[in-house]
Nanobody, 114 residues
Framework: QVQLVESGGGLVQPGGSLRLSCAAS????????MGWFRQAPGKQRELVAS???????NYADSVKGRFTISRDNAKNTLYLQMNSLKAEDTAVYYC????????WGRGTQVTVSS
């Protein structure tokens, strides 16, 4: 059973940056497309960024140009670099396969506020 552990969240001012990490247990991380999801209070969980095994990326329009997803297969780790953060980016952020096939981790809280 794969386990996902997200980290790196916190409180940041508008315009600031954060880098999220997601550590995956097991040895199948490298053979699947991965994604970062977020869920804001009262809203459905949404996919904000994804990356294939070959490194091709895709982003939701709301984060395009500000967020960068990357992966280190040797470390079984997924990253999300978030720049120019806005209040509307406030949410709990989760990683999973792009199709959300694995059990969800606890996520990491990102709060953008002055």
């Amino acid at each position: 059973q794969v386990q996902l552990v997200e980290s790196g969240g916190g409180l940041v001012q508008p315009g600031g940056s954060l880098r999220l990490s997601c550590a995956a247990s097991g040895n199948i991380f490298s053979i699947t497309a991965m994604g970062w999801f977020r869920q804001a209070p009262g809203k459905q969980r949404e996919l904000v960024a994804s990356i294939t095994t070959g490194g091709s990326t895709n982003y939701a329009d709301s984060v395009k140009g500000r967020f960068t997803i990357s992966r280190d297969n040797a470390k079984n780790t997924l990253y999300l670099q978030m720049n120019s953060l806005k209040a509307e980016d406030t949410a709990v952020y989760y990683c999973n396969t792009r199709g959300a096939r694995w059990p969800w981790g606890r996520g990491t809280q990102v709060t953008v506020s002055s």
